[in-house]
């Protein structure tokens, strides 16, 4: 069975301050990796994904996640988090040609002005 | 585009009574369909997912079901509510196809049951 693990709970941040939020999965196969974003009051909505190629993804306003196979993860970052970015973020996966995604329980990140 | 529309978006609902949650999707053919729940300070849990009209695969046994009618129309159902039903209720669509591709979500529906 897949699992995914957030391990951070509820981040607070500075803005200006660099962010990386971690995420291991567990699942020996090909996986398809996502950051999904929750903004107060909004849908949830892809920050980025991966499926194949290059291990460094860039998606929207300035996030990136790094696959690294052989640790099971898909860390998000951000070099400078704006007070704009406070919202909670679920990482998920999906592999082994299973139809939905398992998520991760979430981060919520706070960015104080 | 395509568009996910949830109703109601929020609902209140006595233990033991019934519940029909509506999911539809516009601007696309033939759409994989999800119904996931978030309770409080948990990630998602993927509950129901339909791959076409009449096709429900279940991940969680409940007291929940989930019916799609129409290509682009999911519905949740319950016949007798739990308190443990409360949650937020998320409905997703992907594209069908050999490959799969993200999901895209609704606004979902706040469920308490008193």
């Known amino acids: 069975a897949q699992s995914v693990s957030q391990h951070n709970h509820h981040v607070i941040l500075s803005e200006a301050a660099s962010l990386e939020l971690g995420c291991n999965y567990s699942y020996g196969g090909t996986v398809n990796l996502f950051w999904y974003v929750q903004y107060p009051g909004q849908h949830l909505q892809l920050l980025l994904k991966y499926f194949s190629g290059d291990p460094l993804v860039k998606g929207i306003k300035g996030f990136e996640a790094e696959f690294i196979k052989s640790k099971f993860s898909f860390n998000l970052r951000k070099p400078s988090v704006q007070w704009s970015d406070t919202a909670e973020y679920f990482c998920a996966v999906n592999g082994g040609g299973r139809r939905a995604l398992t998520f991760g329980s979430g981060t919520r990140l706070q960015v104080q002005p | 585009s395509q568009t996910i529309h949830q109703w109601p978006a929020t609902l209140v609902q006595p233990v033991g009574s019934p519940l029909s949650l509506e999911c539809t999707v516009e601007?696309?053919?033939?759409?994989?369909l999800y119904w996931y729940r978030q309770a409080a300070g948990r990630g998602l849990q993927l509950l129901f997912y339909?791959?076409?009209?009449?096709?429900i695969s279940s991940e969680v046994p409940q007291n929940l079901s989930a019916s799609r009618p129409q290509d682009r129309q999911f519905i949740l159902s319950s016949k007798k509510l739990l308190l443990s039903d409360s949650g937020f209720y998320l409905c997703?669509?992907?594209?069908?196809?050999?490959?799969?591709?993200?999901?895209?979500f609704g606004p979902g529906t706040r469920l308490t049951v008193t």
């Open positions: 339909s791959v076409g009209i009449g096709q």
């Open positions: 601007g696309t053919s033939n759409p994989n």
């Open positions: 997703a669509w992907s594209v069908r196809g050999p490959t799969y591709y993200e999901q895209y």
